[in-house]
């Protein structure tokens, strides 16, 4: 039987897009759920398109997620090198194979001589001409002029592509495991380039040669490559490939929130959250990353898979194993997923939730370490149990526990103007005082003093709580108010206590 082998192909121009990351998962998932292997080829041959960064990008991404290739570019294997741009030696002598049969030829067509066809057809094609059967024939190309002058033009280095001859009237197809049969008529095809004036390959000519160099047995890639596998299927027929074909799956589009259309890398900005999985930051060019935004690389992958593939159940939370155990080309559907990120949040906050206390403490810790404050393991185990139910990003445990260790507070000042009363300072000052004669500082002392205190001054419970919470933490929500009273201790409790009284007796 084949061996099984799926590549992940991205070309370093830019920032990875979420959707990127998607792809990677399914090819990873199938990968090792037919105990096969996952490859990292690096697609660099557009040097225009060029990105400094961009590869490296790519393999944190990976890295941080945990889809760990095992071939490719800095990962080893035995069929490299899998970055392109150094195996043009390899497509400069498989494409002299097809222009030794007549498959490719090539054109020496300038860019005005070019310019040129396209007015000259415009009219009377009534549509935007192609360089094909049609024009090819008045064209400046291997299969227009004499061999002789070929011959010497090359000789001269002149410039030239190589192009694909498409034949005029044939159909090809692929059986695509999410689309069926997809059927392309070659008189719609353009004769693509295959070598470029610059000598590199284009994405056609290397994808298919590398494909089938690295034994590349499942193909799983966005919807929008679709189209270019009817030359990709010629170019397999013409090296005599076309019955050992990879196994074809064209990804569901990731669409905009709205549904209106695809997600694209603009969406971010506009939409106010993350579309790249890792922050990007080159030049004047900043893009937040999901990691950054607080994110636990297993809930991106959780949520990803499910951007498409449906396991046919209500389960929703699956952990790597568990996918890896279930998935299957065959459920992924054909219609675009919407991004939602409010779900996507959702998935970060059960993660969170269910994740071992001594790991997460572990990632508070440098997170907090990051806005430069040290957390012992004790202080770092406590603010993920205070929180862990009331967090959906890993920065909410700052933004929500930094009060513990941060001695600075502000106070929100919709309670102060709404909710806080003057005339409860005195009834405080002498809570406050109970307080400090506290022996113990737990629910059990503590209950029974806010319990009098409530029902001495006719306060409810609704009242006092909130009070008491901003005066330690400067806001009237959070956790469970004796673990949070425990959490900050007594001196402190008292200390901020006062410090609130005294403030707001100033500022009133
Ligand atoms: N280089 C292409 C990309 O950037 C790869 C498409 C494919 O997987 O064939 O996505």
């Known amino acids: 039987m084949r061996e099984v082998r799926l590549r992940f192909a991205p070309s370093p121009t830019g920032a990875l897009h979420i959707g990127g990351l998607r792809t990677a998962l399914y090819n990873y998932l199938l990968a090792k759920k037919m105990g096969g292997r996952f490859i990292l080829r690096i697609e660099d041959t557009d040097q225009t398109r060029f990105v400094p960064g961009a590869e490296e990008y790519i393999i944190n991404c990976l890295k941080w997620s945990g889809l760990i290739p095992d071939e490719g570019v800095s990962f080893g294997g035995d069929f490299g090198p899998y970055r392109q741009s150094e195996r043009s030696a390899i497509y400069q002598s498989e494409v002299r194979k097809l222009i030794d049969q007549g498959h490719a030829y090539y054109a020496f067509d300038t860019a005005e001589e070019l310019e040129h066809m396209r007015q000259r057809f415009a009219t009377e094609q009534n549509k935007m001409p192609k360089y094909d059967f049609h024009t090819r024939m008045h064209m400046r190309n291997s299969l227009t002029l004499p061999p002789e002058e070929v011959r010497q033009l090359l000789e001269k280095g002149t ?16 059986q695509d495991v999410i689309r069926g049969q997809v059927t392309f008529r070659t008189e719609e095809l353009d004769d693509k380039v295959l070598i470029k004036s610059d000598g590199l390959p284009t994405y056609h000519l290397a994808n298919v040669i590398d494909d089938r160099l690295m034994r590349i047995s499942h193909v799983v890639r966005g919807e929008e490559w679709l189209s270019s596998t009817a030359h990709h299927v010629l170019l397999y027929r013409y090296f005599g490939w076309e019955s050992e074909m990879p196994v074809f799956a064209h990804l569901p589009l990731i669409l905009k929130p709205n549904g ?20 990007w930051n080159q030049g004047e060019d900043f893009l937040p990353g999901f990691r950054e935004w607080g994110f636990m ?12 593939w449906n396991p046919g159940t209500e389960q929703e939370i699956f952990s790597v194993e568990e996918m890896i155990g279930l998935f299957s080309l065959e459920q992924i559907g054909k219609s675009g ?5 409010d779900k996507a949040k959702w998935f970060n906050a059960q993660y969170i939730q269910k994740a071992d206390a001594g790991q997460m403490s572990t990632i508070i810790q440098s997170y907090f370490q990051s806005k430069g404050i040290e957390l012992s393991d004790e202080r770092a185990e406590q603010i993920y149990t205070l929180y862990k139910d009331r967090v959906q990003l890993i920065n909410d445990f700052y933004r929500q526990g930094r009060y513990l260790v941060e001695d600075h507070i502000e106070y929100q000042q919709e309670f102060l103007v709404k909710k806080w009363q003057p005339s409860w300072k005195s009834a405080y000052e002498f809570l406050q005082m109970r307080f ?14 806010i319990k009098e205190f409530m029902h001495g001054h006719q306060l409810k419970m609704g009242e006092v709580l909130p009070c008491l919470r901003v005066m330690f933490s400067g806001v009237p929500m959070g956790p469970d ?11 402190v409790c008292l200390e901020r ?7 707001l007796n100033k500022s009133l």
């Open 159 to 174: 410039d030239f592509v190589i192009r694909l001859r498409v034949p005029q009237d044939e159909q090809v197809g692929i």
């Open 260 to 279: 209106q259309g695809k997600l694209s890398k603009r969406d971010g900005a506009q939409f106010g959250f993350p579309v790249f999985p890792l922050d």
């Open 297 to 308: 690389p297993e809930a991106v992958l959780n949520f990803l898979a499910l951007l498409g």
């Open 337 to 341: 997923a919407r991004f939602d990120f």
């Open 436 to 449: 400090s004669q506290c022996r113990l500082w737990n629910k059990e002392e503590l209950e029974p003093e």
């Open 481 to 491: 108010i004796y673990a949070m009273m425990g959490a900050l201790g007594q001196s």
């Open 497 to 503: 206590m006062n410090r609130f009284l005294h403030q």
